[in-house]
T-cell receptor, first 112, second 112 residues
Framework: NAGVTQTPKFRVLKTGQSMTLLCAQDMNHEYMYWYRQDPGMGLRLIHYSVGEGTTAKGEVPDGYNVSRLKKQNFLLGLESAAPSQTSVYFC???????????FGSGTRLTVV | AQSVTQLGSHVSVSEGALVLLRCNYS??????LFWYVQYPNQGLQLLLKYTTGATLVKGINGFEAEFKKSETSFHLTKPSAHMSDAAEYFCAVREGDYKLSFGAGTTVTVRA
């Protein structure tokens, strides 16, 4: 039982390049989330989804897009990467807030 | 709106000493409260949670927390620190029906 799997684990991008981060969960969870973690700022919500085909903006959505075409996958895209997007990105999933979240192991992204 | 305040970004304790991490929250709905732990270069793991019922909740690795409605607090404690408790700890509160809001985190260092 893999839980929440994020790929890739590490990536270095040049300013202006694009990339997609993949999150996959095998727990049949309805809700999925993308957070970024920066020192001293905790976790900030980028986008989230409450079901297949739905997405919603979080606290810091600018510069990112998401898609949830299949229930088990949640993709985070950066169309034109900027140094300010250097961060650790975490995906999480949940079957309901009463249970909390299950987190992936993170993607460390550096934009140079 | 919901928010979480963790008092102290860094806590240093001696091995065998009490660990106390403070969390205060604001919430316009009955709170669901969580503590997560993050070891270096890993994702977040659920330590414990309060949703309803008993206000003193026990979690993994000997941690416990008490929900105090009158003080809007959910402080995390462990009677005797172990070297393996060195990590970053996050308090979280539910925000509406679908999201959690996280505190900025507290880094725990354990001195031998």
């Amino acid at each position: 039982n893999a839980g929440v799997t994020q790929t890739p684990k590490f990536r270095v991008l040049k300013t202006g390049q694009s990339m997609t981060l993949l999150c996959a969960q095998d727990m049949n969870h309805e809700y999925m989330y993308w957070y970024r973690q920066d020192p001293g700022m905790g976790l900030r919500l980028i986008h989230y989804s409450v079901g297949e085909g739905t997405t919603a903006k979080g606290e810091v959505p600018d510069g990112y897009n998401v898609s949830r075409l299949k229930k088990q996958n949640f993709l985070l895209g950066l169309e034109s990467a900027a140094p300010s997007q250097t961060s650790v990105y975490f995906c999480a999933s949940s079957s309901g807030l009463v249970y909390g979240y299950t987190f992936g192991s993170g993607t460390r992204l550096t934009v140079v | 709106a919901q928010s979480v305040t963790q008092l102290g970004s860094h806590v240093s304790v001696s091995e065998g000493a009490l660990v106390l991490l403070r969390c205060n929250y604001s919430s316009s709905v009955p709170p669901y409260l969580f503590w997560y732990v993050q070891y270096p270069n890993q994702g977040l793991q659920l330590l414990l949670k309060y949703t309803t019922g008993a206000t003193l909740v026990k979690g993994i690795n000997g941690f416990e927390a008490e929900f105090k409605k009158s003080e809007t607090s959910f402080h995390l404690t462990k009677p005797s620190a172990h070297m393996s408790d060195a990590a970053e700890y996050f308090c979280a509160v539910r925000e509406g029906d679908y999201k959690l809001s996280f505190g900025a985190g507290t880094t725990v260092t354990v001195r031998a």
